[in-house]
Nanobody, 123 residues
Framework: QVLLVESGGGLVQAGGSLRLSCAAS????????MGWFRQAPGKEREFVAA????????YYADSVKGRFTISRDNAKKTVYLQMNSLKPEDTAVYYC????????????????WGQGTQVTVSS
């Protein structure tokens, strides 16, 4: 069983930055692919970014490519999402997720989820 706890969300003006963290406990963190997803009110949960077990491969949704950076520190059992040049349309609850094996972009292929952290970007 893997427990994931996100932090770092908040209110920021458009053009600003936030750094989300997701701390893991239980399981063997270094064997899990990690992903960030987000869900805005009235919308489905959507893929944001993912990273493989070593951090050597990263993947991004087109909507965040060039603005967001996913990274991980296996020694600290933590995955990060650096979000720059934030836009009002980035407003959502952000979730981190873990799955054994290779990276996937579909939410239903992840085994463990955090409780989410709210990101609000004002115009």
């Amino acid at each position: 069983q893997v427990l994931l706890v996100e932090s770092g969300g908040g209110l920021v003006q458009a053009g600003g930055s936030l750094r989300l963290s997701c701390a893991a406990s239980g399981g063997t963190f270094s064997t899990y692919a990690m992903g960030w997803f987000r869900q805005a009110p009235g919308k489905e949960r959507e893929f944001v970014a993912a990273i493989n077990w070593s951090g050597g491969s990263t993947y991004y949704a087109d909507s965040v490519k060039g603005r967001f950076t996913i990274s991980r520190d296996n020694a600290k059992k933590t995955v990060y999402l650096q979000m720059n040049s934030l836009k009002p349309e980035d407003t959502a609850v952000y979730y981190c997720a873990a799955r054994r094996g290779v990276v996937r972009g579909s939410a239903n292929e992840y085994d463990y989820w955090g409780q989410g952290t709210q990101v609000t970007v004002s115009s």
